[in-house]
Nanobody, 119 residues
């Protein structure tokens, strides 16, 4: 069974920085991609940033130039460096991991970590 666990959320002032971490663990043969998403009340989860095992990245328009995603593939862990945070970045951030485990495809979500940007 694959598990995905996020950490690093918290309260920060506007203009500040936070670093989120997400680790996938279990019987993982290989990771295809991992990413961060956030969900506003009443809306679908939207992409914040994603990264493939080959290092290809994709960012949501609202975070381009401010957030950076990176991958430690040896640890099946991704990091999201968030700079120049704005109040509108306040939300529950979810991590997703997908790939192969025990010969089968998996697609797992974490429980989420809260990011609050406020003075």
């Amino acid at each position: 069974q694959v598990q995905v666990v996020e950490s690093g959320g918290g309260l920060v002032q506007p203009g500040g920085s936070l670093r989120l971490s997400c680790a996938a663990s279990g019987s993982i043969f290989n990771i295809n991609a991992m990413g961060w998403y956030r969900q506003y009340p009443g809306k679908q989860r939207e992409l914040v940033a994603s990264i493939t095992s080959t290092g290809r990245t994709n960012y949501g328009d609202s975070v381009k130039g401010r957030f950076t995603i990176s991958l430690n593939d040896a640890k099946n862990t991704i990091y999201l460096q968030m700079n120049s945070l704005k109040p509108e970045d306040t939300e529950l951030y979810y991590c997703n991991a997908n790939g192969l485990s025990g010969g089968q495809w998996f697609d797992r979500w974490g429980q989420g970590t809260q990011v609050t940007v406020s003075s």
